[in-house]
């Protein structure tokens, strides 16, 4: 069982950045992150492989870059220019899964969760 465990996450004015950490006790294939908006489903954000390659939702390409140190099992998300709308509860989630996707289903270990909440 993997352990994962979160931090980064708080108050930002709309345009401002945060960086979300979120550290492994084990390694996996893939690490990434979702985020769920009060009275939503939990929504795939991105993914970073252990070879590096990376996937983003539509919605913060450009805005969100991932990254990963394999060394500490750790990955990191940066947001830039964040929106009202990217306020929620961003969970990281980690797999040994070849192909996890987009889906919640995908992945085997959670975090306990960070709030970001952007002001407009």
């Known amino acids: 069982q993997v352990q994962l465990v979160e931090s980064g996450g708080g108050l930002v004015q709309a345009g401002g950045s945060l960086r979300l950490s979120c550290t492994a006790s084990?390694?996996?294939?893939?690490m990434g992150w979702f985020r769920q908006a009060p009275g939503k489903d939990r929504d795939f954000v991105a993914r970073?492989?252990?070879?590096?390659?990376?996937y983003y939702a539509d919605s913060v390409k450009g805005r969100f870059t991932i990254s990963r140190d394999n060394a500490k099992n750790t990955v990191y998300l940066q947001m830039n220019n964040l929106k009202p709308d990217d306020t929620a509860v961003y969970y990281c989630?980690?797999?040994?899964?070849?192909?996890?996707?987009?889906?919640?289903?995908?992945?085997?270990?959670w975090g306990q969760g960070t709030q970001v909440t952007v002001s407009s």
């Open positions: 989630a980690a797999t040994n899964n070849l192909v996890p996707g987009q889906k919640v289903g995908g992945y085997d270990f």
């Open positions: 970073m492989h252990q070879s590096g390659s990376t």
């Open positions: 084990g390694r996996t294939f893939t």
